[in-house]
């Protein structure tokens, strides 16, 4: 899905990009389960879905892990996956 929020302020687009990258990225994650390089993968296209689209940092962690549900809550990831698609994420916020 194409979407800027640079570039469009609608707040109805806005909110139909996140469902679209959340359903996706919860997606990518169930089917990466127990595939550490799956995971990390599924993280890195949401991380660079969501740059793309120019949503700043703050939003981009909360979608992933902190807004309830998140993304790796409706992922229901086991614990080590789950800690494999976090410091994957940690580790693109870094660079």
Known sequence: MN????NNA????HAEFID????QTVAALKAA????TALQASIQQFFQR????????EE??????INQPSI??????GEED?????????KLSED
């Open 20 to 23: 679209w990258l959340c359903a």
């Open 10 to 13: 609608s707040p109805e687009k």
């Open 3 to 6: 979407y800027n929020a640079k």
């Open 33 to 36: 389960q127990g595939d550490a």
């Open 60 to 65: 981009i962690e909360n979608i992933l892990g």
């Open 72 to 77: 790796l809550d409706l992922a229901q990831l």
């Open 50 to 57: 969501a740059t793309a689209a120019s949503l700043d940092m």
């Open 82 to 90: 789950e800690d494999t698609a976090i410091s994957e994420f940690e």
